[in-house]
């Protein structure tokens, strides 16, 4: 192919494909389950390659027109796209929105090259991106909590047949009466199962491996690394239990490591297994370009300069007028408001607790602070406040994770999901939503805040009305990005009712929040 005339097309397609990686890198740098997105793309491009040697003959094409079409209604699309991806970066749907039209317009111009033929050819290869798309948080979130509660069970049944004697909590583990060892989301395998997922994929790919050993590769390759994942979590346990939890420290990092290198390791083996030799079809599929007359091969003519340019310009034109409407709204909003806490630290057996390295490294908050008392009538109570400064991870980082998330992780359950009970504290409006768990027989009646400091103070400030198309588009409507994050959750327990706890958390917040 002479690839004189079709750089142009290249050189668009690649600045695409930048738009749609800045701003998926938020995702990759803040969440440690996708780190390996960074890869992705390369990987991606190698396998484009590798499929280049071996393309069928190109198709000639009759009406290019309706598939102009097409290019411009996708291009066009990506202008309010950008704009909620802009409001609302923790929106994981726009990621694969912004995805499937970068993977739609390249495979259009791929078939726009060879017709249908090449449009088959290099499918996977451009399609393979989306491996690196955040999955939606419906389906994220059960995953982790079910395989944290798979791998602390058999942690658990592993530990009593060596003589250990360990308890199940949820997805915490009591080796002894002060003892405890918590399967966090990086033990729980959910890491290793997307970079597994991956590698297998691609491995299918390069291999050019047929649709039923795919198959197995990628269902294997999963085993392992559920496999790998609980081996590392019983080691640490083990090691906890035999030289104290202080252990887990000096171990944690090294097992992670190993754990990663057996499930690569792993994969190496199916495919091995799976790929004796490869067989005719292959071999006759990998010399198609030395057999065809190379005319045959050539790409068609590309699409003209104008359209190139056009698409071009556009892209400048969504990016500064992105920036240009936030900006503008921006400048007409208020001073934004901001609250304190005081703590109540003359309180009977007010301790500070301290948030563990795990912890820290997935929030990654500003200032943060948690602490635990009781009260003149011996009720228990709790508090953690969050703060994340302003600034474009804020959203995705605060949202993260609540009470939903994070108590059953400590082996507390839901009971009753009390809805939103707004409260006006001293000036400040605290959209609260309630909650009631059981731990240990106990009923624990938590009562959780995620408040943004936005400028322009209306509405809810509420991750829960936040998490719907209406309120995010309204949020774009206004202007409203990049907001300041607090989060504080107060749990109370030995209360005989949610009523009487929301009084009674009322009337501390009364005096605790400093406009």
């Given at each position: ?40 793309p390369f990987l991606a491009g ?263 340019i056009a698409l071009v310009v ?202």
């Open positions: 192919m002479d690839s004189a005339p079709w750089w142009p097309v290249f050189a668009v397609l690649a600045l695409l494909w930048l738009l749609a990686v800045r701003q998926l890198r938020f995702e990759w740098t803040n969440n440690p389950q996708y780190t390996f997105g960074w890869t992705v190698y396998l484009f390659l590798e499929r280049w040697k071996r393309r069928p003959p190109a198709q000639a094409l009759g009406s290019r027109r309706g598939l102009a079409i097409v290019v411009i209604t996708l291009a066009f699309l990506l202008l309010p796209v950008r704009l909620m991806q802009e409001s609302a970066p923790d929106w994981r749907l726009l990621g694969w929105a912004m995805g499937g039209i970068c993977v739609a317009i390249t495979l259009a111009a791929v078939y726009f090259a060879g017709g249908r033929g090449w449009l088959r050819h290099f499918a996977f290869s451009v399609a393979f991106f989306l491996v690196a798309v955040p999955w939606p948080v419906p389906v994220e979130q059960p995953l982790v909590q079910l395989l944290m509660r798979s791998v602390t069970q058999i942690c658990v049944e592993a530990l009593s047949w060596a003589g250990i004697p360990a308890i199940q909590s949820g997805n915490v583990i009591q080796i002894s009466a002060t003892a405890k060892v918590g399967v966090e989301e990086a033990c729980s395998g959910v890491r290793s199962l997307q970079t597994t997922l991956m590698i297998a994929l691609f491995m299918g790919e390069l291999l050019r491996f047929r649709i039923l050993r795919r198959l197995v590769l990628l269902v294997g390759g999963l085993v392992v690394a559920f496999v790998c994942n609980a081996s590392r979590a019983y080691f640490l346990v083990w090691v906890s239990a035999k030289s104290g939890t202080e252990a887990i420290a000096k171990w944690h990092d090294n097992v992670g490591m190993a754990v990663l290198f057996g499930s690569l390791v792993g994969v190496g083996i199916l495919c091995a297994l799976l790929n004796p030799k490869r067989d005719e079809t292959n071999e006759t599929d990998e010399t198609v370009g030395a057999s065809l007359d190379p005319g045959l091969l050539r790409a068609g003519d590309p699409p003209g300069k104008g359209i190139l556009w892209f400048a034109v969504i990016e500064i007028g992105t920036e240009a409407w936030y900006r503008t709204a921006e400048s007409h909003f208020p001073k934004a408001t901001a609250w304190t806490v005081r703590w109540p630290v003359a309180q009977r057996g007010f301790r500070d607790v301290e948030f563990s390295d795990v912890t820290r490294n997935i929030l990654k908050y500003t200032d943060a602070r948690s602490a635990v008392w009781a009260d003149e009538q011996n009720r228990r109570w709790a508090m953690v406040l969050l703060r994340w400064a302003p600034g474009r991870t804020s959203v995705q980082l605060a949202r993260s994770h609540g009470p939903e998330v994070c108590l059953p992780a400590g082996g507390a359950k839901m009971t009753a999901d009390l809805g939103l009970h707004p409260m006006r504290i001293n000036g400040v409006n605290l959209p609260v939503h309630a909650y009631t768990f059981s731990a240990r027989d106990q009923v624990l009646h938590v009562f959780y805040c995620l408040w943004e400091q936005r400028p322009d103070a209306s509405g809810p400030q509420s991750t829960v009305e936040e998490l719907n198309i209406s309120s995010r588009l309204n949020a774009v409507r206004r202007g409203v990005r990049n907001a300041g994050q607090q989060a504080i959750e107060v749990a109370l327990s030995d209360v005989a009712s949610p009523e009487q706890a929301e009084a009674l958390v009322r009337s501390f917040l009364e005096k605790t929040i400093q406009p």
